[in-house]
Protein backbone atom coordinates (compact mmCIF):
# COMPACT_ATOMS: atom_id res chain seq x y z
CA UNK A 1 0.00 0.00 0.00
CA UNK A 2 1.66 3.46 -1.00
CA UNK A 3 1.25 6.58 1.11
CA UNK A 4 -1.47 7.82 -1.05
CA UNK A 5 -4.01 4.93 -0.08
CA UNK A 6 -2.99 5.31 3.93
CA UNK A 7 -3.86 8.88 3.11
CA UNK A 8 -7.23 7.92 1.71
CA UNK A 9 -7.76 5.14 4.60
CA UNK A 10 -6.92 7.73 6.99
CA UNK A 11 -9.48 10.66 5.13
CA UNK A 12 -12.28 7.49 5.34
CA UNK A 13 -11.56 6.48 8.73
CA UNK A 14 -11.62 10.24 10.49
CA UNK A 15 -15.05 10.60 8.31
CA UNK A 16 -16.62 7.78 9.91
CA UNK A 17 -15.16 8.87 13.37
CA UNK A 18 -17.01 11.72 12.89
CA UNK A 19 -20.04 10.96 11.76
CA UNK A 20 -20.52 8.83 14.72
CA UNK A 21 -19.84 11.41 17.18
CA UNK A 22 -21.91 13.89 15.28
CA UNK A 23 -24.59 11.17 15.72
CA UNK A 24 -24.03 10.35 19.35
CA UNK A 25 -24.17 13.88 19.83
CA UNK A 26 -27.76 14.42 18.42
CA UNK A 27 -28.75 11.20 20.25
CA UNK A 28 -27.36 12.68 23.33
CA UNK A 29 -28.85 16.25 22.98
CA UNK A 30 -32.46 14.76 22.07
CA UNK A 31 -32.30 13.12 24.86
CA UNK A 32 -30.99 15.79 27.32
CA UNK A 33 -33.74 17.80 25.83
CA UNK A 34 -36.41 15.07 26.52
CA UNK A 35 -35.07 14.78 29.98
CA UNK A 36 -35.77 18.57 30.23
CA UNK A 37 -39.15 18.25 28.47
CA UNK A 38 -40.03 16.15 30.67
CA UNK A 39 -39.14 18.35 33.77
CA UNK A 40 -40.82 21.41 32.71
CA UNK A 41 -44.63 22.04 33.30
CA UNK A 42 -47.11 24.19 31.08
CA UNK A 43 -49.86 26.18 32.86
CA UNK A 44 -52.81 27.03 30.81
CA UNK A 45 -54.60 31.04 30.73
CA UNK A 46 -58.42 30.67 30.30
CA UNK A 47 -58.25 34.57 30.31
CA UNK A 48 -55.85 36.91 29.58
CA UNK A 49 -56.80 40.39 31.36
CA UNK A 50 -57.09 43.35 28.99
CA UNK A 51 -53.70 45.04 27.90
CA UNK A 52 -51.95 42.51 29.10
CA UNK A 53 -49.39 40.66 26.94
CA UNK A 54 -45.92 38.53 26.70
CA UNK A 55 -43.43 40.95 28.77
CA UNK A 56 -46.31 41.66 31.38
CA UNK A 57 -47.12 38.44 31.77
CA UNK A 58 -43.83 37.06 32.27
CA UNK A 59 -42.50 39.76 34.42
CA UNK A 60 -45.41 38.71 37.09
CA UNK A 61 -44.27 35.06 36.50
CA UNK A 62 -41.52 34.93 36.89
CA UNK A 63 -41.24 36.00 40.13
CA UNK A 64 -42.44 32.85 41.09
CA UNK A 65 -39.98 30.45 38.85
CA UNK A 66 -38.19 29.89 35.75
CA UNK A 67 -40.30 30.95 32.80
CA UNK A 68 -39.37 29.36 29.45
CA UNK A 69 -41.91 29.85 27.05
CA UNK A 70 -45.23 32.04 26.53
CA UNK A 71 -48.02 31.75 23.64
CA UNK A 72 -50.94 33.83 23.87
CA UNK A 73 -54.05 33.21 21.06
CA UNK A 74 -54.97 37.01 19.93
CA UNK A 75 -58.45 37.39 20.57
CA UNK A 76 -60.88 37.33 17.49
CA UNK A 77 -60.80 40.51 15.22
CA UNK A 78 -64.88 40.96 15.77
CA UNK A 79 -64.23 40.57 19.28
CA UNK A 80 -62.00 42.94 19.60
CA UNK A 81 -63.69 45.27 17.78
CA UNK A 82 -66.71 45.12 20.02
CA UNK A 83 -63.92 45.59 22.88
CA UNK A 84 -62.25 48.79 21.55
CA UNK A 85 -65.79 50.32 20.66
CA UNK A 86 -66.86 49.78 24.61
CA UNK A 87 -63.37 50.78 25.68
CA UNK A 88 -61.45 53.08 23.65
CA UNK A 89 -58.81 50.45 23.85
CA UNK A 90 -55.96 49.98 20.89
CA UNK A 91 -53.96 47.54 22.45
CA UNK A 92 -53.87 43.89 21.09
CA UNK A 93 -56.24 41.58 23.02
CA UNK A 94 -55.50 37.80 23.70
CA UNK A 95 -58.42 35.83 24.87
CA UNK A 96 -56.30 32.66 26.04
CA UNK A 97 -52.62 31.49 26.71
CA UNK A 98 -50.26 28.83 27.79
CA UNK A 99 -46.99 29.12 29.82
CA UNK A 100 -43.86 26.67 30.51
CA UNK A 101 -42.25 26.66 33.57
CA UNK A 102 -38.61 24.97 33.92
CA UNK A 103 -39.98 22.97 36.32
CA UNK A 104 -43.40 20.75 36.40
CA UNK A 105 -43.21 21.57 40.31
CA UNK A 106 -43.41 25.05 40.47
CA UNK A 107 -45.56 25.25 37.57
CA UNK A 108 -47.86 22.97 39.60
CA UNK A 109 -47.46 24.83 42.83
CA UNK A 110 -48.07 28.61 40.50
CA UNK A 111 -51.26 26.95 39.38
CA UNK A 112 -52.93 26.09 42.91
CA UNK A 113 -51.50 29.42 44.47
CA UNK A 114 -52.60 31.78 41.89
CA UNK A 115 -55.62 30.48 40.61
CA UNK A 116 -58.67 32.52 41.75
CA UNK A 117 -56.40 35.31 43.16
CA UNK A 118 -56.57 39.00 42.43
CA UNK A 119 -53.49 39.96 39.71
CA UNK A 120 -52.81 43.26 42.15
CA UNK A 121 -49.42 44.68 41.36
CA UNK A 122 -49.43 48.56 41.11
CA UNK A 123 -52.60 49.94 41.76
CA UNK A 124 -52.65 52.03 38.68
CA UNK A 125 -52.14 48.82 36.46
CA UNK A 126 -55.29 48.05 34.65
CA UNK A 127 -55.63 44.98 35.48
CA UNK A 128 -55.05 45.22 39.43
CA UNK A 129 -58.25 44.19 39.98
CA UNK A 130 -58.24 41.11 38.04
CA UNK A 131 -58.44 37.76 38.74
CA UNK A 132 -56.08 34.83 38.01
CA UNK A 133 -57.76 31.75 35.87
CA UNK A 134 -54.45 29.70 35.61
CA UNK A 135 -54.44 25.65 36.00
CA UNK A 136 -51.29 23.35 35.91
CA UNK A 137 -51.78 21.32 32.58
CA UNK A 138 -50.74 17.29 34.15
CA UNK A 139 -48.86 15.24 31.08
CA UNK A 140 -48.92 18.02 29.04
CA UNK A 141 -46.02 19.16 26.96
CA UNK A 142 -45.10 22.28 24.90
CA UNK A 143 -45.18 19.81 21.84
CA UNK A 144 -48.72 18.54 22.00
CA UNK A 145 -49.36 22.47 21.96
CA UNK A 146 -47.83 23.04 18.97
CA UNK A 147 -49.44 20.01 17.37
CA UNK A 148 -52.99 21.11 18.91
CA UNK A 149 -52.58 24.30 17.53
CA UNK A 150 -51.26 23.27 14.08
CA UNK A 151 -54.24 21.01 14.31
CA UNK A 152 -56.48 23.95 15.07
CA UNK A 153 -54.83 26.15 11.72
CA UNK A 154 -55.48 23.02 9.69
CA UNK A 155 -59.54 22.66 10.68
CA UNK A 156 -59.51 26.75 10.32
CA UNK A 157 -58.42 26.79 7.07
CA UNK A 158 -60.64 23.87 5.62
CA UNK A 159 -63.41 25.55 7.57
CA UNK A 160 -62.45 28.78 5.63
CA UNK A 161 -61.65 26.96 2.22
CA UNK A 162 -64.94 25.46 2.82
CA UNK A 163 -66.85 28.91 3.42
CA UNK A 164 -65.21 30.29 0.12
CA UNK A 165 -66.29 27.72 -2.43
CA UNK A 166 -70.00 28.12 -0.80
CA UNK A 167 -69.32 31.95 -1.13
CA UNK A 168 -68.22 31.15 -4.13
CA UNK A 169 -71.29 28.90 -5.27
CA UNK A 170 -73.46 31.45 -4.30
CA UNK A 171 -71.85 34.40 -6.20
CA UNK A 172 -71.44 32.33 -9.36
CA UNK A 173 -74.90 31.39 -8.85
CA UNK A 174 -76.38 34.91 -8.31
CA UNK A 175 -74.63 36.21 -11.50
CA UNK A 176 -76.23 33.61 -13.46
CA UNK A 177 -79.49 34.80 -12.35
CA UNK A 178 -78.40 37.88 -13.50
CA UNK A 179 -77.03 37.16 -16.57
CA UNK A 180 -80.78 35.23 -17.01
CA UNK A 181 -82.53 38.37 -16.30
CA UNK A 182 -81.05 40.46 -18.39
CA UNK A 183 -81.17 38.08 -21.42
CA UNK A 184 -84.49 37.82 -20.44
CA UNK A 185 -85.62 41.67 -20.39
CA UNK A 186 -83.54 41.94 -23.65
CA UNK A 187 -85.80 38.88 -25.36
CA UNK A 188 -89.21 41.28 -23.84
CA UNK A 189 -87.33 44.28 -25.36
CA UNK A 190 -87.02 42.22 -28.47
CA UNK A 191 -90.81 41.20 -28.80
CA UNK A 192 -92.06 44.39 -27.54
CA UNK A 193 -90.39 46.27 -30.78
CA UNK A 194 -91.26 43.50 -33.15
CA UNK A 195 -95.11 43.96 -31.97
CA UNK A 196 -94.96 47.45 -32.33
CA UNK A 197 -93.68 47.18 -35.91
CA UNK A 198 -96.41 44.93 -36.93
CA UNK A 199 -99.00 46.72 -35.32
CA UNK A 200 -97.66 50.32 -37.38
CA UNK A 201 -97.65 47.95 -40.49
CA UNK A 202 -101.20 46.64 -40.60
CA UNK A 203 -102.84 50.14 -39.30
CA UNK A 204 -103.81 51.00 -43.36
CA UNK A 205 -104.15 54.96 -43.78
CA UNK A 206 -108.11 55.22 -44.38
CA UNK A 207 -108.15 55.87 -48.60
CA UNK A 208 -111.31 57.58 -49.59
CA UNK A 209 -111.30 57.28 -53.67
CA UNK A 210 -112.90 59.16 -56.53
CA UNK A 211 -114.64 57.14 -59.79
CA UNK A 212 -115.31 58.94 -62.59
CA UNK A 213 -119.28 59.02 -63.42
CA UNK A 214 -120.81 59.83 -66.44
CA UNK A 215 -123.99 61.72 -66.35
CA UNK A 216 -127.12 60.54 -66.66
CA UNK A 217 -128.95 60.22 -70.13
CA UNK A 218 -132.35 61.64 -69.27
CA UNK A 219 -130.62 64.87 -68.17
CA UNK A 220 -128.16 64.86 -71.50
CA UNK A 221 -131.36 64.61 -73.45
CA UNK A 222 -133.15 67.55 -71.91
CA UNK A 223 -130.81 69.41 -72.57
CA UNK A 224 -130.51 68.31 -76.24
CA UNK A 225 -134.44 69.18 -76.97
CA UNK A 226 -134.38 72.20 -79.44
CA UNK A 227 -136.72 74.98 -77.51
CA UNK A 228 -139.73 76.19 -79.87
CA UNK A 229 -140.11 80.05 -79.45
CA UNK A 230 -143.30 81.70 -78.07
CA UNK A 231 -144.68 82.79 -81.74
CA UNK A 232 -144.58 78.99 -82.99
CA UNK A 233 -146.53 78.31 -79.82
CA UNK A 234 -149.20 80.73 -80.18
CA UNK A 235 -150.06 79.85 -83.94
CA UNK A 236 -150.15 76.61 -83.13
CA UNK A 237 -152.21 77.46 -80.10
CA UNK A 238 -154.88 79.69 -82.59
CA UNK A 239 -154.82 76.75 -85.15
CA UNK A 240 -156.17 74.06 -82.92
CA UNK A 241 -158.98 76.74 -81.89
CA UNK A 242 -159.88 77.36 -85.34
Not at 65 to 93: C, E, H, M, T
Not at 118 to 131: A, N
Not at 183 to 191: C, K, P, S, V, W
Request: proline share 2%; net charge positive.
Amino acid sequence: MNASEKEDTEIDATKILSNSENAKLKKKKKKVASNDADKRGVCYLSRIPPHMDHVKLRHILSQFGDIQRIFLVPQDPNAQVRVKRSRGSRDQAYSEGWVEFGNKNVAKRVANMLNGEQIGGKKRSSFYYDLWNIKYLSKFKWDDLTEELALKKATREQKLAVELSAAKRERDFYLSRVDQSRALDAIEERLKKKSKVQQESFQVAKVVRHFPQTKPIAADNKQNKTELSDDILDAVCINIII
